[in-house]
């Protein structure tokens, strides 16, 4: 039986923790996202370059690859005896395909929505789309609960789901923009060998150095404490059922 849940849920404590988590266990991290990473980049390219004409490919090989190392970093956030099997490590199975259809399905509403938004008389104009993103962030926010669900073969209480979320909606506002403005600083931070690097005219190494460290450190990193932040916020919000081991 999942645990009830009667304390309140402070979403930047879970933030925190989840940061904690992350540079705790940060050689995990790595080790099993750069190879996604990797993989993202390759597929970028094949797409450019050989597969032009394959219409979204590559959306639906990056789903299943971000899938792969998500549900992995799920379990690992939460699930103490994965953290301790040495043999756990990245997987595809049924819980990926899962996880990835869900992410299409909202990459698809999403898209059906943009349709609908322009055909009503929507316009590119910079308030037009932060109108329209901010109503898929409330149409998207309550159901996100999804995803830790099927990684941690949680049961599908989507109803439940989306009045936790409802519940906190406001400080969960805020702390996704306190980690928006914690994202841009290390951005900032990454500019500062690229710009010394540019003053010493060296803009190519610079343009690698740059690459290197966002898509293989400063990504990682990102993709591994919002992971974390939702399944801890799913741990204090919903509870966890009791999983087995093995399973």
Same mark, same amino acid.
């Given at each position: 039986?999942? !645990?009830?849940?009667?304390?309140?849920?402070?979403?930047?404590?879970?933030?925190?923790?989840?940061?904690?988590?992350? $540079?705790?266990? &940060?050689?995990?991290?790595?080790?099993?996202?750069?190879? #996604? #990473?990797?993989?993202?980049?390759?597929?970028?390219?094949?797409?450019?370059?050989?597969?032009?004409?394959?219409?979204?490919?590559?959306?639906?090989?990056?789903?299943?690859?971000?899938?792969?190392?998500?549900?992995?970093?799920?379990? @690992?956030?939460?699930?103490?005896?994965?953290?301790?099997?040495?043999?756990?490590?990245?997987?595809?199975? +049924?819980?990926?395909?899962?996880? =990835?259809?869900? *992410?299409?399905? @909202?990459? $698809?509403?999403?898209?059906?929505?943009? &349709?609908? @938004?322009? %055909?009503?008389?929507?316009?590119?104009?910079? =308030?037009?789309?932060? +109108?329209? *993103?901010?109503?898929?962030?409330?149409?998207? !926010?309550?159901?996100?609960?999804?995803?830790?669900?099927?990684?941690? /073969?949680?049961?599908? &209480?989507?109803?439940?789901?989306?009045?936790?979320?409802? /519940?906190?909606? +406001?400080?969960?506002?805020?702390?996704?923009?306190?980690?928006?403005? %914690?994202?841009?600083?290390?951005?900032? +931070?990454?500019? *500062?060998?690229?710009?010394?690097?540019?003053?010493?005219?060296?803009?190519?190494? =610079?343009?690698?150095?740059?690459?290197?460290?966002?898509?293989?450190?400063?990504?990682?990193?990102? !993709?591994?404490?919002?992971?974390?932040?939702?399944?801890?916020?799913?741990?204090?919000? $919903?509870?966890?059922?009791?999983?087995?081991?093995?399973?």
């Amino acid at each position: 039986m999942v !645990m009830e849940i009667s304390q309140t849920v402070k979403p930047t404590a879970c933030l925190l923790e989840a940061f904690r988590f992350v $540079i705790r266990h &940060r050689w995990p991290c790595l080790i099993r996202a750069v190879p #996604v #990473v990797a993989m993202t980049a390759l597929i970028a390219w094949l797409e450019t370059n050989i597969l032009a004409a394959a219409d979204y490919f590559r959306l639906v090989v990056n789903e299943l690859l971000y899938a792969i190392f998500a549900v992995y970093w799920h379990r @690992y956030t939460l699930l103490g005896f994965e953290r301790e099997n040495s043999d756990f490590g990245l997987q595809f199975g +049924l819980r990926e395909i899962k996880f =990835a259809g869900a *992410m299409i399905g @909202y990459v $698809i509403i999403t898209y059906l929505l943009a &349709r609908v @938004y322009v %055909a009503s008389g929507g316009d590119a104009s910079s =308030a037009s789309i932060v +109108l329209f *993103m901010g109503l898929l962030l409330l149409c998207f !926010m309550p159901l996100m609960f999804i995803f830790p669900a099927i990684a941690l /073969d949680q049961p599908m &209480r989507i109803g439940h789901f989306a009045r936790s979320i409802i /519940d906190m909606f +406001l400080p969960l506002i805020g702390t996704l923009m306190l980690s928006l403005i %914690a994202v841009i600083g290390l951005y900032i +931070l990454i500019y *500062m060998p690229m710009l010394l690097l540019i003053l010493m005219n060296r803009p190519d190494m =610079a343009g690698i150095v740059f690459y290197a460290l966002s898509s293989f450190l400063i990504m990682p990193f990102i !993709m591994a404490v919002f992971i974390s932040f939702l399944s801890i916020l799913y741990r204090e919000s $919903i509870g966890i059922a009791p999983v087995k081991a093995g399973s």
